[in-house]
């Protein structure tokens, strides 16, 4: 084989603790190395270049580059070599920079090992084999988890351009927490007005499936042929036969069921529609509540309903559906604001989330758009709202700005103001972060035209006098403590991730943060692709950010989709394990191990059992290959004699 | 203490002095983001010539005189509500505990009383392995030359036995005497 060794000085990255020339003249020793040169940036037009040039010329048949990581621009380099006639598979990258030139400052000692890391990718592309993708149909339709604005978007995008969606929703209906919402910052314009349209939307579209109340029960699969079961949570009601007309919740007789929508404010019957504009509109008996399922007795729902829907022996359901890509839209959750003991949330009934004050605030909330408190139903006259409550405190483990608190409340102070033109509201902030287009100006529009009081420091403790609360805090401008005697207290709970994130993360093989938002591919330049090819992110799922980021986000997650989509195939990556059947034992081991569900047994005309591997849904983990006892099975390009190699010489 | 004027701050900003309360109280105070949670909680906020938070941001600014100096570090009760609500997991109070004993150690202590103070209430504990009241009161008003400050409550607290007329000796005095001496040496060095 005739070997030609590249070494990228990366400006100064690896040249300034890296002896590159030096790297290059030891190189020329190596076996079957013929040309070996060093350049300032291997990577660029004319790098690339350097390299086609030398192949043609000393007629080379395999390179190494030494340069970044493999991560960073070994595609760069596979298509360079491609393009000039050699196999892409005949190329090493020795990652001198990441492993080597940053890490350490002495020149002499990085120099050593940088020698050390192209000897043992000169040993490695020796024992290399020329490898062929396949092509693999695409299946174009594309499963959207969760059905808040993001995920609404994200399928409208999607069937706009012609595509199959599957819409998964957990809640009975979709809409998310924008549903929930009265009013939507900076321009005051009515959440469910925005929303409800595109919330029909999905329900009309032909080409949108959607799956509410349900969840993901498992995925497996890869890119373009995933196959994914879905859980279809028992309703006790036949969605096809219930026409959403609502009788049965007039007679339902349980009337204390918690009201998830209305954030436990107030109660909804057993048998409910969660709000009026819900996609789909229909009824759900909630079993916790319902007096038949709970003690055997009533079934007066199913006396009324018209149409004859109610099945109360219904059972959760298992459907499978077959896609190609995975949008996630799993949104988030707020804050559990009873953490802080010091705030009295859950104690003081006048102590309320943001969320809950959002559904006081809404007309189909439970008090019909009149602002009361939830203790005696008073008008309240002075409200303090207080910032960052789950937010920017390391002391409860959040220690990431939710990123909409300071908007939202600013809101909702605008929105009191109008409502009860006598009343006075307070602002408890840290810092207000209002970075978005429109958003400073209606930060200080709550302060100068509505009056809205801001006092520059966090509340320490907040307890009751009489029938109200006083809110002990600190004014950190003028260096004094702030006490103010409210009549309610509204906490900006902050966002965490979604209770299910994890599970769902590790169902579809992608990784989160500390905190379980996911993992995008990069955070600059991939925000919405994640790790594992096939599957995209939008919304909430990937970290805080409000509607507009997570509208975008949906558009953004889609056009990955639709490019994904316009190929009818896919490459396969060749660097998948292989079975040598005269040395396979049977075993099954290696289908014992294998986390992909790649491997299957199969019998042989003989009778005798040999493993296979199905190579498109092989991710070339090499978990197999390191379990094999006769080492029947191999990982290629990384087989045991190439890796044995690179040790080996080592110690030469 | 004065509050400056104009903050000169590379003039007055003493690095070692951040350094040496971030070891001597083992907190990073450069994690305090000021929200004022410290000076919302604190019971003495009133009579503070600086709020707690504004102490922390002396100190982050490596104000050494003004923090040294400053009642508020010896008008701090240790009751430690800065250390329970801090969103930082600062532990305020031994930031407060190191900047008292800086203060000793420098003798920049604001008021000479309260060092008086310390210092008997100490001596007592020395010498009984527990406070008597009655005998840090009279001893601290009259070495503090003002022998009858307080005089008219004395007695309705003796009236409801609040107050004892003979000191009570605890039985580990020797162990007492020795933390006594281990510091005294400690101190030495």
Redesign the interface.
């Given at each position: 084989m005739r070997i030609g060794v590249f070494i990228c000085q990366c400006g100064t990255n690896i040249a300034g603790t890296v002896d590159t020339r030096a790297v290059a003249k030891k190189a020329m020793e190596f076996p079957d190395v013929v040309f070996a040169v060093d350049y300032m940036y291997t990577c660029s037009e004319p790098g690339q270049k350097e390299i086609q040039d030398a192949i043609s010329s000393h007629r080379l048949q395999g390179v190494v580059v030494a340069a970044c990581s493999p991560r960073m621009h070994e595609p760069t380099f596979r298509r360079a070599v491609k393009k000039a006639g050699i196999n892409p598979y005949m190329f090493e990258q020795a990652n001198i920079r990441e492993h080597c030139s940053w890490i350490g400052t002495d020149r002499e000692a990085n120099t050593r090992k940088a020698i050390d890391m192209v000897r043992m990718s000169v040993e490695k592309l020796r024992r290399n084999q020329a490898l062929f993708s396949t092509q693999v149909a695409v299946n174009k339709r594309v499963l959207v988890i969760g059905g808040g604005v993001a995920g609404i978007q994200a399928a409208l995008d999607c069937s706009d351009g012609g595509l199959e969606v599957v819409m998964v929703e957990r809640e009975p209906s979709i809409g998310g927490k924008m549903a929930k919402l009265d009013k939507t910052f900076p321009t005051i314009d009515c959440s469910s007005c925005i929303l409800g349209p595109k919330m029909v939307d999905v329900a009309q579209k032909e080409n949108i499936r959607l799956y509410a109340y349900s969840e993901v029960e498992a995925i497996s699969g890869y890119i373009g042929n995933f196959k994914v079961d879905i859980r279809k949570k028992a309703t006790y009601v036949d969605w096809n036969a219930c026409t959403g007309c609502g009788e049965c919740t007039q007679k339902c007789p349980s009337k204390k069921a918690f009201d998830h929508f209305n954030e436990g404010l107030g109660a909804t019957t057993a048998i409910n529609i969660p709000f009026p504009q819900a996609i789909p509109k229909k009824a759900r008996i909630d079993s916790d509540y319902c007096r038949y399922l709970t003690g055997g007795k009533c079934r007066v729902c199913e006396k009324i309903c018209p149409v004859k829907a109610i099945r109360f022996d219904m059972k959760d359901e298992i459907v499978t559906e077959e896609v190609g890509a995975i949008i996630v839209a799993s949104g988030y959750d707020l804050f559990d604001a009873r953490v802080y003991g010091?705030y009295g949330g859950g104690r003081y009934p006048d102590v309320i989330s943001a969320m809950q004050y959002e559904r006081i605030l809404s007309a189909s909330g439970p008090y019909g758009g009149h602002i009361r408190r939830p203790s005696d139903g008073r008008e309240p006259k002075e409200i303090v709202f207080i910032s960052?409550v789950g937010s920017?405190?390391?002391?409860?483990d959040r220690p990431y700005c939710s990123g909409i608190c300071c908007m939202y409340i600013a809101k909702q102070a605008i929105m009191t103001r109008d409502h009860i033109p006598d009343s006075n509201c307070y602002v408890s902030y840290?810092d207000i972060r209002a970075p978005g287009k429109g958003y400073d100006e209606f930060i200080r529009r709550a302060q100068e035209e509505y009056g809205v009081k801001y006092i520059?420091?966090?509340?320490?403790?907040i307890y009751p006098r009489g029938d109200r609360l006083v809110v002990?805090?600190?004014?950190?401008l003028l260096?004094?403590?702030?006490e103010i005697e409210a009549d309610l207290v509204v906490l900006a709970t902050g966002v965490e991730c979604s209770a299910g994130a994890r599970p769902l993360a590790e169902k579809l093989r992608i990784s989160y943060d500390q905190h379980g938002f996911y993992m995008e591919s990069h955070p600059k330049l991939r925000p919405v692709e994640t790790n594992t090819a096939g599957v995209f992110l939008a919304g909430v799922c990937q970290g805080p950010k409000d509607i507009p980021a997570s509208v975008g986000q949906g558009s953004a997650a889609a056009s990955k989709v639709q490019a994904l989509f316009s190929r009818d195939t896919i490459e396969t990556d060749p660097q998948v394990a292989h079975v040598n059947e005269n040395m396979c034992i049977g075993c099954g081991k290696c289908e014992q191990v294998c986390p992909f569900g790649a491997i299957r047994m199969k019998t042989l005309r003989d009778g005798s059992r040999k493993s296979e591997v199905l190579e498109t849904v092989c991710q070339g983990c090499g978990l197999c290959n390191a379990t094999c006892p006769n080492k029947a099975i191999q990982l290629r390009h990384s087989t045991d004699d190439q890796i044995l190699a690179e040790i080996n010489t080592l110690f030469d | 203490m004065q509050r400056p004027h104009v903050l000169q701050i590379q003039k007055t900003c003493d690095q070692e002095f951040i350094k040496r309360v971030e070891r001597e109280s083992g907190q990073q105070v450069s994690k305090c983001?000021?929200?004022?949670?410290c000076?919302?909680?604190?019971g003495y906020?009133?009579d503070f010539d600086?709020?707690v938070?504004?102490i922390m941001r002396l100190v982050q600014l490596g104000q050494k005189e003004t923090v040294l100096g400053s009642r508020s570090i010896w008008l701090c009760a240790n009751c430690q509500?800065c250390t329970t609500?801090?969103?930082?997991?600062i532990e305020v109070a031994r930031v407060m505990e190191a900047l008292r004993i800086m203060s000793v150690a420098e003798g920049v202590v604001s008021k000479k009383n309260i060092l008086l103070f310390y210092d008997e209430f100490l001596e007592l504990v020395r010498r009984y392995g527990r406070v008597f009241e009655t005998g840090l009161v009279a001893r601290y008003n009259i070495k503090a030359l003002k022998p009858f400050t307080d005089a008219d409550l004395g007695p309705q607290v003796l009236m409801k036995g609040k107050l004892a007329l003979k000191p009570h000796k605890i039985k580990g005095l020797k162990a007492i005497e020795e933390i006594f001496k281990r510091f005294e040496s400690h101190r030495g060095k």
């Open positions: 010091e960052c920017r405190d390391i002391s409860v840290m520059r420091g966090r509340v320490g403790r002990q805090g600190a004014d950190t260096g004094v403590q702030v | 983001y000021q929200c004022g949670n000076g919302a909680s604190c906020t009133f600086f709020p938070n504004q509500a609500r801090c969103p930082c997991n």
